[in-house]
């Protein structure tokens, strides 16, 4: 299950690599969060796939416990990446309402202007 993950991580890099080099900004914005779906299913993954009980000392007497860790690492993550997606969105929006484009290049301009 977790070959299963990582090769699912390797494929949401690639689609977000191919998205990240076109030229339309929607389709940028597009490839940054798949690039943050993409780490949060390799933290998931590297923490291990595997089960067991909350990790909170009492009477029950438990051998395998769960590591928070990785899950608390991935809650961070989905926070800082809905932020910076919402940032990107809005900055993206504006450039296109003063602008009047999405394309990447005629927002670069000429370098003869």
Request: glycine share 8%.
């Amino acid at each position: 299950m977790e070959t299963l993950i990582t090769i699912l991580s390797g494929v949401l890099v690639t689609v977000g690599t191919y998205l990240l080099l076109s030229k339309s900004i929607l389709r940028v914005v597009l490839g940054t969060a798949i690039f943050s779906h993409a780490a949060h299913l390799l933290i998931i993954t590297m923490g291990g796939l595997k089960t067991g009980n909350v990790p909170i000392l009492g009477d029950e007497d438990v051998s395998a416990f769960v590591d928070p860790l990785p899950q608390a690492l991935i809650l961070t993550s989905i926070v800082i990446s809905f932020a910076v997606t919402a940032v990107i969105l809005t900055i993206s929006y504006r450039a296109y309402q003063t602008l009047g484009t999405d394309n990447l290049e005629e927002l670069r301009g000429s370098k003869y202007d």
